[in-house]
């Protein structure tokens, strides 16, 4: 199967303009010694599209997937709904094959949907400004930690160690070569605890980043986590599930200065991580020195509401070594379908959304902590995940999920070792009250 | 214009899931503290009005699907759509990153076929799926060039980029902490080998090189090049922005670079999606492989796959999980469908297409570098600007008016009044013929009529944007307490898809 457009007789005509004889007098600038054997490349013969279909459909059912499995795992990627228009609108080849919106005439749709997903995200998280997203919730974070190092004197970077480990891992490769001191918040009670971060917050603190609700599911004392910070004078960020807005309170209303984020809950699936999309949201102190895109609401000459890419001077293409950051393609599309999720469901279907999590996964909770060996890791508030200890095998464990269709839930030994017992267990609006059943009845087996 | 969505109201029941149980009270779970307090302002509107507003949004785009669309250095080619119903599937689309590799062979087995795919395509000896995009590909392989330095005990502290390199190079150089050296172009397009050899030394790291150039021009001495950093103990670096050029044709690993990245989303089809997601390998030479990001895939027992996250050398996490695997099977789908022979094809009529434009215009507009070029080639509205002030923007934005995208324009850099164009494989001679015809008409106007194409576009949706007022008085959402967005001059709420013709 090839897409090239040209005949045997268009390409002739086309040499003849070009003035020369054959195709291979234009690549005359490549020495001879570096072209590709004649036998070419060692690659296999093209196919079909019907052959590739059937190829590609074959080791698909390779792979266990939640339209067959109840899929209790979670960890950052949720199995959540995802309302029918969404992938029929933000699928439109008008969308999905345009290019980043430079020539903004020939762009306003793009531009004016990265405006409404600005606004949604400056909504939900009551943050000023929100760029065009970012790659993911990690990346996210480690940039919001770029934000807060640069043009300050503080060097050290307090991360609570209730981040995604991936996201702690992923902060320390963005500052190999960055002169700082990354410090970790050591839990308490499946929170990240308070007496330990006030001790190691001080004057040379440029930032305090948590997760909320953190890595094991628990809802954090965000407003008491910012408190101290910003009595320090460091940046407070803030890493949220945008799908927990519905219910828990925002980073804005909780002191935080830069809220960032994973925006897979809404609308995206879990596509084996990725592509995903990150937000990124900023109080407006902070608005020149957003990484990536932002666009902006102007006028054209004749005085009409148009939308354009906007403070690109911070950008990579313009400042080159001087940007607040490389990135430079980002994750529109991801974030278009974020968007169009938010509206399709409005305010009261993503409360709803909210709600249907936190009944869904206190009922799992009730029933599973009611089964012997099974403890809950701490009794703090969560939404719509939670960590118990069970005295049993993970191996067997595993088996006994699997024999009842279940994907997950994720144990937690290979994070750290004192979490042996652990497992995380993620229950979206999707689970029934049957698939919760066959998860006590899988644990009690193993 | 169409309204913001937050300036539409209808009935929006929020009845796309169940109700919640009779008398469930989710408050009654959590603290008051940690309760939201305000309301998350949401905008309400039926689904039919939903759909209306971003099928009216998806109208006032230009797209491949739509458009030509020749924007330089991009490679804005057909997106076939089969790869985007695979990629659908649920058991692509429903799997779980955290799933046990038992669970997950048949996605796991295309990662490792593609990370062998692209290593014979550009001949590297190991590759990484998992940055997201190319400037983080360049992010990787600039901190895989930095351990390797301090493995050896070297401090090395500068980056060189040629002067006519993308933003993303340098921007990668400084995020690494690297002081940026720019090397320069010579008369003919490419590295100045004097002034590479000037400023090559102990302290360079490495020299990041695109090849064919932004230009695109072929890089005859590459190999001398290479030679030259290698010598100086430096490492090369292929930014992969242009491969299109060069499928089955050349490979940057046979030229002596040590580590690439590629642009799924440029030369492998996977859609750019209005700005993202894309995927940027990144590939190396076996002395490099050791520092590659984890987790890497190993072989197990019985052939199986699993992550190996034992890589005590490497430079770390990049981002979460692995990568972004819907681009993988995009692009595994693509060169599985090709071949071998399909990939050259790519390659050829790419180069035939730009040579072919690019002789077609040289009567109308300058062209600083005239030979043969490879996939892209640069001309310049110089000629324009100076008999009636028409510019490089100015062009671009008539094509516009005749339903062609225009150029990348003002890049590279060292091009006075830059146009860069890439028409790619995917474009029949026809098409070509087309914007052809349009730009010569454009070159006639600017000499007989300027004013038409400082004007332009006309046909757009929307007229020439005020950039200026964009960036003094930024505006960059709506918000509630204002009950709706500043007010402008009336908005013409007729939607046009003139530009979609």
Known sequence: ?446 | MSKLIFEKRSLNQGDHLPAPEKGFDASKFFPASARRKSGTHLPESAELDVVRHFTRLSQQNFCVDTNFYPLGSCTMKYNPKVNDQITSWPFYGRIHPYQAESQVQGMLQIIRELESQLGEILGMDAFSLQPAAGAHGEFAGLLMVSAYHKANGQKRTQVLVPDSAHGTNPASAALCGYEVVTVKTDAKGRVDIDDLKAKVGPLTACFMLTNPSTLGIFETNIQQVTQIVHAAGGQVYYDGANMNALLGIARPGDMGFDVVHVNLHKTFAVPHGAGGPGSGPVGVKKHLEKFLPYPRLKEVSGGELAWDYDRPDSIGRLRSFYGNAGAFLRSYCYIKALGAQGLKEVSVNAVLNANYLKARLAKHYDLPHDEHCMHEFVCSAKRQKAKGGVRALDIGKRLLDHGLHAPTVYFPMIVEEAMMIEPTETESKEVLDKFADVMIGIAHEAETNPQVVLDAPTKTPIKRIDEVLAARKPNLRWTPAAGSAPKLADANLTTSNTCCA
Not at chain 1, 110 to 123: K, P, R, V
Not at chain 1, 294 to 319: N, Y
Not at chain 1, 381 to 395: H, M, Q
Request: charged share 20%; glycine share 8%.
């Open chain 1, 1 to 446: 199967m090839q897409y090239v457009a040209n005949t045997e007789a268009d390409k002739l005509e086309m040499l003849r303009t070009i003035g020369v004889k054959s195709f291979e007098d234009l690549l005359s600038g490549i020495p001879s010694g570096l072209r590709v054997a004649p036998s070419g490349l060692k690659l296999p013969a093209g196919m079909s599209e019907m052959e590739l279909l059937g190829d590609l459909k074959k080791r698909g059912q390779r792979n266990q997937h939640a339209d067959r499995n109840a899929c209790f795992l979670g960890a950052g990627v949720y199995d959540h709904y995802i309302p029918a228009i969404v992938g029929h609108l933000a699928t439109r080849g008008e969308f999905i094959t345009a290019y980043t919106p430079y020539q903004g005439e020939a762009s306003q749709g793009t531009l004016q949907a990265i405006y409404e997903y600005q606004t949604m995200i400056c909504l939900l998280t009551g943050m000023d400004v929100s760029n065009a997203s970012m790659y993911d919730g990690a990346t996210s974070v480690a940039e919001a930690v770029l934000l807060a190092l640069r043009g300050s004197d503080r060097k050290k970077v307090v991360l609570s160690e209730l981040l995604h480990p991936e996201t702690i891992q992923t902060v320390r490769t963005y500052l190999t070569d960055i002169p700082c001191e990354i410090v970790l918040a050591p839990h308490q009670g499946g929170k990240t605890g308070l007496d330990s971060l006030k001790k190691l917050t001080d004057s040379s603190t440029a930032c305090v980043v948590y997760q909320n609700p953190n890595f094991l599911g628990y809802v954090e004392d965000t407003a008491d986590l910012s408190a101290v910070a910003s009595a320090a004078g460091a940046l407070v960020i803030a890493c949220v599930n945008p799908l927990s807005l519905s219910i828990l309170a925002s980073p804005g209303e909780t002191g935080a200065d830069v809220a960032v984020g994973d925006g897979q809950p809404l609308g995206n699936p879990p596509a084996f991580g990725g592509p995903h999309f990150g937000f990124f949201a900023v109080k407006e102190a902070h608005m020149r020195k957003l990484p990536g895109r932002i666009s902006g609401m102007t006028q054209d000459k004749e005085g009409k509401r148009a939308f354009v890419l906007t403070l690109q001077a911070r950008e990579q293409h313009i400042r080159r070594e001087k940007a607040t950051s490389n990135i430079c393609t980002n994750h529109m599309l991801c974030a278009l379908k974020g968007l169009i999720f938010l509206a399709t469901l409005g305010p009261n279907g993503f409360k709803r959304m909210g709600e249907l999590n936190v009944q869904q996964s206190h009922k799992a909770f009730d029933k599973l902590t009611k089964l012997p060996g099974v403890k809950p890791l701490s009794g703090a508030a969560f939404f719509n995940e939670f960590t118990l200890t069970i005295d049993k095998d993970p191996k067997a464990l595993a088996k006994a999920f699997e024999a009842e269709r279940l994907i997950g839930p994720l144990h937690l030994g290979r994070f750290r070792k004192d979490w042996q017992n652990a497992h995380l267990i993620a229950v979206t609006e999707q689970r029934t009250d049957e698939e919760i059943d066959r998860l006590a009845d899988a644990i009690r087996k193993a």
